[in-house]
């Protein structure tokens, strides 16, 4: 079974939990670590012979544009995380299309391919915003994977189909494949574990028992995704509460080693690729 490994590539401030105590317009005067560390990634799956989708962010793209080269030059599929991480939910429809527009357009100069796939920062396709599909469709793109379709204080759509589906379409549109990041159906509820901080906070016997599951029993392949400040745990403490303090740096030192158990247990490709694109 072939499974998708993806990317998010933002740095360790531009965490939408992070809104409140980093503004944006110190982002340029803080020390980034975005492209060591999604160099490090780049390297596990070299070593690992693993290929996957790099959501990466516009703003990201305009700095490091040789970083996206190189994860062109990898063998990778390069997708877009929007520009500067701004939450769908606080977007206009238009003010929207500028910035996927733009973080397109950022990408596709710098490494000369096409962005096809399109995640938004946090989850952030929600039941209120789920017209962005119809935009994404308008402006070219060919896959989202954006939806959650768990609970969560700050996204998801609990009752949003496990699997791909193809979504939008109306009225002559194009259609868009929308792949949900994986969850398990256990007691009635779709509960995350493969990815982000729930690969770092569950017990790894659950998350391979639930790779297990949906790789075999249900003939299902996993969405992967991580960030590259989640592999490493020397970053920048910040002054945030305390729940946000556990989400974002528990377990930030096993991260590393469990993508490596997974690389080595399951066979990992990207998103385009699983969709057949």
């Known amino acids: ?26 982002w340029d005067g803080l020390e980034p670590r975005v492209e060591r560390n999604t160099r490090r990634l780049l390297d596990l799956c070299d070593r690992h012979q693993v290929k996957g989708t790099f959501f990466v962010l516009g703003w990201v793209a305009e700095r490091w544009p040789q970083l996206v080269r190189d994860i062109r030059d990898a063998g990778h599929e ?38 096809i796939g399109y995640r ?36 998801g759509i609990p009752d949003f189909s496990r699997f791909p589906r193809l979504l939008g379409g109306h009225d002559g549109a194009a259609a868009l494949h929308e792949v949900p990041i994986s969850t398990l159906r256990l007691a009635g509820m779709n509960l995350p574990f493969v990815g982000g901080g729930y690969l770092r906070h569950f017990p790894f016997s659950f998350i391979r028992w639930g790779m297990e599951r949906l790789n075999g029993f ?10 590259p400040w989640e592999i490493d745990p020397d970053q920048p403490r910040q002054p945030v509460r305390w729940l946000t303090r556990l989400r974002h740096y528990r377990n930030l030192h096993r991260t590393e080693e469990r993508l490596v158990r997974l690389f080595s247990d399951y066979s990992f490709t990207t998103i385009r690729e699983v969709l057949g694109l």
């Open 1 to 26: 079974m072939l499974n998708a490994f993806s990317v998010d590539v933002e740095d360790y401030f531009q965490v939408a939990s992070f809104e409140n105590a980093i503004p944006r317009a110190s």
């Open 78 to 115: 390069l997708g877009t995380h929007g520009q500067d991480h701004r939450r769908v939910t606080t977007l206009t429809p238009r003010e929207f299309r500028a910035d996927i527009r733009r973080s397109k357009q950022t990408i596709e100069d710098a490494a000369g391919v096409e962005v």
């Open 120 to 155: 938004a920062p946090s989850y952030s396709i929600v039941r209120e915003t789920l017209w962005a599909v119809d935009v994404l469709a308008e402006e070219g793109f060919r896959y989202d994977s954006s939806i959650f379709p768990i609970r969560h204080d700050r996204y």
């Open 218 to 227: 249900e003939r299902r392949p996993a969405i992967l995704y991580i960030h």
